[in-house]
């Protein structure tokens, strides 16, 4: 699957089946790994020739998703990966292919809506501990850029203090807080109302 950033928003490349099972839904680029392929070069494989994605700027194995009922054709295994694209990348897709926020994604075929929440829980985690940020930027860009695509993709402000302890020195993925989190805002309390004098009564 992939994800990208565009007018501060996280979305996700989806194309529309023609065919049962779910047709007319939204599913996920797939494809069958080939008989000497390797899962990541199949994956890759996959996006360059069905929505001619090639610049990607990060992937990763994500999950595998074995449940028996998850294809009405039969049991069929999947394994998820995750892709990352710059913000300025527009690669040319399909007339039945397009970017839905993530956030409010059309109905979905498979279980693809529940792949693509892990996906952003897994890209809202290394954003907070790993430099994953630079892939989802333009070659060149400005920490308000920057922080626009941090609040993007984790869905919350994010304040310039935090952002600061992420080291952007390398593109090349590094770890570089362990222990961070980019946690939301606490919500702020409400006054408390104020006392009252007790009123006297008459006799």
Known sequence: MVLRVRDRRLDC????????PFEGQWSLPRGPLGATERLG????????????????????????????????????LATAYLALVATDVSPRIPADTAWHPVGALPETAFDHGSIIGS?????????????????LAPAAFTIA?????????????????????????????????????FRPPSPRPSPAPSARPPSSASA
């Open 13 to 20: 490349l989806l194309w529309q089946r023609a065919k049962a």
């Open 41 to 76: 070069t199949s994956a890759s494989r996959h996006l360059a020739a069905k929505v001619d994605i090639t610049s990607i700027a990060h992937m990763e194995q994500l999950e595998t998703r074995s449940d028996p009922d998850r294809d009405p054709r039969g049991r069929v």
């Open 145 to 181: 850029q920057l922080r626009d695509v941090y609040v993007a993709a984790l869905g919350h402000p994010v304040s310039a203090t935090n952002q600061q302890r992420i080291q952007f020195v390398s593109r090349s993925l590094v770890v570089t807080n362990a222990f961070a989190a």
């Open 119 to 135: 996906a952003r829980e897994r890209l809202r985690a290394k954003l907070s501990y790993t430099n994953i940020g630079f892939a």
